[in-house]
């Protein structure tokens, strides 16, 4: 297991057969329909695109979501790309 520095944010993510996808250190649900979720977690926001996603589980205490549905994509919106910020909806709406 990797040691975690005093302080330092962690994020899990786990897929099985594409079809489940549990998620930790979310802070928000920014929207979701069942094509998309947008979720606002300590590392950035992650989008998460497939066909018929629904929520299985929620508990923004511990900072975890569970997603069922068929996913195509995973895909972080402000991460560290060394580029300058084009802000968050600049990044979606290209």
Same mark, same amino acid.
């Given at each position: 297991?990797?040691?975690?520095? /005093?302080?330092?944010?962690?994020?899990?993510? /786990?897929?099985?057969?594409?079809? +489940?996808?549990? +998620? !930790?250190?979310?802070?928000?649900?920014?929207?979701? *329909? #069942?094509?998309?979720? $947008? $979720?606002? !977690?300590?590392?950035?926001? $992650?989008?998460?695109?497939?066909? #018929?996603?629904?929520? /299985?589980?929620?508990?923004?205490?511990?900072?975890?979501?569970? +997603?069922?549905?068929?996913?195509?994509?995973? !895909?972080?919106? *402000?991460? #560290?790309?060394?580029?300058?910020?084009?802000?968050?909806?600049?990044?979606?709406? /290209?």
């Amino acid at each position: 297991m990797i040691e975690q520095a /005093k302080g330092q944010k962690r994020q899990e993510i /786990k897929m099985l057969n594409r079809k +489940i996808l549990e +998620i !930790t250190g979310v802070m928000n649900v920014e929207s979701f *329909d #069942n094509e998309e979720f $947008l $979720l606002e !977690t300590e590392l950035g926001f $992650l989008a998460i695109r497939g066909q #018929n996603l629904h929520m /299985k589980h929620l508990s923004l205490e511990q900072g975890l979501v569970a +997603i069922e549905g068929l996913v195509h994509s995973l !895909t972080y919106l *402000d991460g #560290n790309t060394g580029s300058k910020s084009k802000g968050l909806f600049g990044k979606i709406f /290209k």
